[in-house]
Protein backbone atom coordinates (compact mmCIF):
# COMPACT_ATOMS: atom_id res chain seq x y z
CA UNK A 1 0.00 0.00 0.00
CA UNK A 2 1.26 3.54 -0.97
CA UNK A 3 0.29 6.89 0.80
CA UNK A 4 -1.73 9.51 -1.17
CA UNK A 5 -2.60 12.39 -0.17
CA UNK A 6 -5.89 13.87 -1.64
CA UNK A 7 -5.12 17.38 -0.63
CA UNK A 8 -1.95 20.14 -1.13
CA UNK A 9 -3.40 21.16 2.72
CA UNK A 10 -3.01 17.54 3.99
CA UNK A 11 0.47 17.53 2.55
CA UNK A 12 1.90 20.78 4.68
CA UNK A 13 -0.54 19.59 7.58
CA UNK A 14 1.73 16.50 7.83
CA UNK A 15 5.12 18.03 6.86
CA UNK A 16 4.57 20.70 9.75
CA UNK A 17 3.17 17.92 12.51
CA UNK A 18 6.65 16.00 11.53
CA UNK A 19 8.49 19.67 11.62
CA UNK A 20 7.07 20.22 14.61
CA UNK A 21 8.60 17.15 16.49
CA UNK A 22 12.11 16.52 15.94
CA UNK A 23 12.60 12.58 14.96
CA UNK A 24 9.32 12.00 14.83
CA UNK A 25 9.63 10.07 11.70
CA UNK A 26 11.69 7.57 12.86
CA UNK A 27 10.78 7.83 16.40
CA UNK A 28 7.91 6.03 15.95
CA UNK A 29 9.58 2.60 15.29
CA UNK A 30 11.42 3.28 18.53
CA UNK A 31 7.92 3.75 20.36
CA UNK A 32 6.83 0.70 22.77
CA UNK A 33 4.04 -1.77 21.04
CA UNK A 34 4.30 0.39 17.69
CA UNK A 35 4.95 -2.44 15.56
CA UNK A 36 2.76 -5.43 13.97
CA UNK A 37 -0.46 -3.04 13.10
CA UNK A 38 -1.19 -2.81 9.69
CA UNK A 39 -2.78 0.25 9.96
CA UNK A 40 -5.08 1.71 7.33
CA UNK A 41 -4.59 5.28 8.77
CA UNK A 42 -1.71 7.41 10.43
CA UNK A 43 -1.20 10.42 12.55
CA UNK A 44 1.83 12.05 13.41
CA UNK A 45 1.28 13.89 16.70
CA UNK A 46 2.85 17.36 17.06
CA UNK A 47 3.41 19.53 19.90
CA UNK A 48 1.14 21.99 20.68
CA UNK A 49 2.15 25.68 22.22
CA UNK A 50 1.08 24.48 25.33
CA UNK A 51 3.60 21.72 25.46
CA UNK A 52 6.23 23.54 23.87
CA UNK A 53 6.05 25.78 26.91
CA UNK A 54 5.65 22.97 29.94
CA UNK A 55 7.81 20.77 28.31
CA UNK A 56 10.25 22.29 26.40
CA UNK A 57 10.08 23.24 22.18
CA UNK A 58 10.00 20.08 20.44
CA UNK A 59 9.97 17.49 23.67
CA UNK A 60 6.31 15.95 23.35
CA UNK A 61 5.08 14.25 20.42
CA UNK A 62 3.77 10.96 19.07
CA UNK A 63 1.93 8.51 16.34
CA UNK A 64 -0.99 6.91 16.18
CA UNK A 65 -2.14 4.12 14.23
CA UNK A 66 -5.47 3.27 12.98
CA UNK A 67 -7.57 0.00 11.69
CA UNK A 68 -10.87 -0.81 10.87
CA UNK A 69 -11.32 -4.75 11.69
CA UNK A 70 -14.48 -6.68 11.44
CA UNK A 71 -16.85 -2.48 12.39
CA UNK A 72 -14.34 -1.91 15.03
CA UNK A 73 -11.88 0.60 14.89
CA UNK A 74 -8.54 -0.37 16.78
CA UNK A 75 -6.21 3.03 18.05
CA UNK A 76 -2.78 2.61 18.73
CA UNK A 77 -1.14 5.64 19.81
CA UNK A 78 2.46 6.03 21.10
CA UNK A 79 3.13 9.78 23.06
CA UNK A 80 6.51 11.10 24.20
CA UNK A 81 8.14 13.47 26.43
CA UNK A 82 5.53 13.76 28.89
CA UNK A 83 6.26 14.00 32.71
CA UNK A 84 6.82 10.46 33.95
CA UNK A 85 4.19 8.64 36.20
CA UNK A 86 1.43 10.75 34.97
CA UNK A 87 -1.63 9.54 32.62
CA UNK A 88 -2.96 12.21 29.41
CA UNK A 89 -6.41 11.74 28.01
CA UNK A 90 -7.01 10.93 24.33
CA UNK A 91 -9.49 11.92 22.27
CA UNK A 92 -10.33 11.28 18.36
CA UNK A 93 -11.89 14.24 16.86
CA UNK A 94 -13.57 15.53 13.31
CA UNK A 95 -11.67 18.08 11.78
CA UNK A 96 -10.31 19.08 8.58
CA UNK A 97 -7.04 20.98 6.56
CA UNK A 98 -8.79 23.90 6.26
CA UNK A 99 -8.38 25.01 10.29
CA UNK A 100 -5.91 22.73 11.32
CA UNK A 101 -7.39 22.28 14.41
CA UNK A 102 -9.35 19.23 15.80
CA UNK A 103 -13.20 20.44 16.32
CA UNK A 104 -15.83 17.72 18.10
CA UNK A 105 -14.94 15.16 19.90
CA UNK A 106 -16.02 11.91 17.91
CA UNK A 107 -14.69 9.51 20.70
CA UNK A 108 -13.05 9.18 24.13
CA UNK A 109 -9.31 6.98 23.85
CA UNK A 110 -7.74 5.24 26.74
CA UNK A 111 -5.20 7.45 28.73
CA UNK A 112 -1.70 7.12 27.93
CA UNK A 113 0.21 6.40 30.93
CA UNK A 114 3.70 7.64 31.15
CA UNK A 115 6.37 5.07 32.11
CA UNK A 116 9.73 6.52 33.50
CA UNK A 117 11.32 6.70 29.92
CA UNK A 118 8.85 9.21 29.31
CA UNK A 119 6.66 7.22 26.60
CA UNK A 120 3.23 6.08 27.32
CA UNK A 121 0.88 3.79 24.80
CA UNK A 122 -2.49 4.12 24.36
CA UNK A 123 -4.88 1.16 22.59
CA UNK A 124 -8.74 2.14 22.56
CA UNK A 125 -10.62 -0.48 20.87
CA UNK A 126 -14.03 1.04 19.59
CA UNK A 127 -16.15 -1.95 19.35
CA UNK A 128 -19.07 0.29 16.87
CA UNK A 129 -17.05 2.77 14.82
CA UNK A 130 -20.17 3.85 12.85
CA UNK A 131 -19.10 7.81 12.72
CA UNK A 132 -15.54 7.23 12.28
CA UNK A 133 -15.38 4.51 9.33
CA UNK A 134 -12.14 5.09 8.11
CA UNK A 135 -13.23 3.75 4.26
CA UNK A 136 -15.41 6.86 4.24
CA UNK A 137 -13.00 9.80 5.56
CA UNK A 138 -10.77 11.76 3.68
CA UNK A 139 -7.20 13.21 5.10
CA UNK A 140 -7.79 15.43 8.03
CA UNK A 141 -11.47 14.14 8.35
CA UNK A 142 -10.06 12.84 11.95
CA UNK A 143 -7.50 13.88 14.29
CA UNK A 144 -5.53 12.73 17.17
CA UNK A 145 -5.39 14.89 20.67
CA UNK A 146 -3.76 13.88 23.88
CA UNK A 147 -4.28 16.27 26.76
CA UNK A 148 -2.65 17.24 30.15
CA UNK A 149 -4.36 15.75 32.66
CA UNK A 150 -5.84 12.29 33.44
CA UNK A 151 -9.73 12.40 33.27
CA UNK A 152 -11.91 14.72 30.72
CA UNK A 153 -12.40 18.07 32.80
CA UNK A 154 -14.72 20.94 31.56
CA UNK A 155 -13.42 23.13 30.28
CA UNK A 156 -10.75 20.85 28.68
CA UNK A 157 -7.44 20.59 29.55
CA UNK A 158 -5.06 21.85 27.10
CA UNK A 159 -4.27 19.69 24.37
CA UNK A 160 -0.37 18.52 24.80
CA UNK A 161 0.10 16.71 21.41
CA UNK A 162 -2.06 17.02 18.48
CA UNK A 163 -2.08 15.92 14.71
CA UNK A 164 -4.19 14.76 11.47
CA UNK A 165 -5.55 11.71 10.40
CA UNK A 166 -3.92 10.72 7.19
CA UNK A 167 -5.91 7.87 5.44
CA UNK A 168 -3.65 5.71 3.11
CA UNK A 169 -5.09 4.36 -0.34
CA UNK A 170 -4.15 1.17 -1.78
Known sequence: MRITIRSTMAVAVAVAAVTLVPGTASAHQNMTGMTGMDSKAMAALGATPFADATYGAGAVGGLAKLEQ?????????????????????????????????????????????????????????????TRANLAALKDCDLWVAFH????????PSPAAAVGPVLIKQD
Not at 87 to 93: A, D, P, Q, T
Not at 96 to 106: F, H, N, W, Y
Open 69 to 129: KDGRLIVKAAVRGLTPGTSHVGHLHFGDCTSLTPGEIVYHLTAAKIGQDGQGLSITVIPDA
Open 148 to 155: EGAANTSP
